[in-house]
């Protein structure tokens, strides 16, 4: 009754077999695509929270420590942009 779990099908499992087709082109997932990448997230981070201490808020709320946390991640992000022409 339950002998047809048992079976594998061959027809979906591809991985290491010898005819299977390589990837052609270059690769997404080098170090550079890697850096741009993750300075292009850091930058949008910082962006938002410079936006966000730029809308009104109560006074008890520390803006310039988001301020200046958020020109940081501005800072990495630039950073790494400059860092990723050289990977």
Not at 5 to 25: L, S, V
Not at 37 to 66: C, K, M, N, Q, W
Request: charged fraction near 15%.
């Amino acid at each position: 009754m339950f002998a047809s779990i048992a079976i594998p099908c061959k027809a979906i499992w591809t991985a290491g077999r010898p005819d299977r087709k390589r990837m052609q082109g270059p690769s997404t997932f080098d170090s550079r695509t890697t850096a741009r990448s993750l300075a292009f997230l850091f930058a949008a981070g910082g962006l938002v929270g410079i936006l966000t201490a730029g809308r009104p808020h109560e006074y008890d709320i520390a803006a310039g420590r988001t301020v200046a946390l958020s020109a940081a991640v501005v800072a990495l992000a630039i950073t790494c942009l400059r860092v990723s022409v050289y990977l």
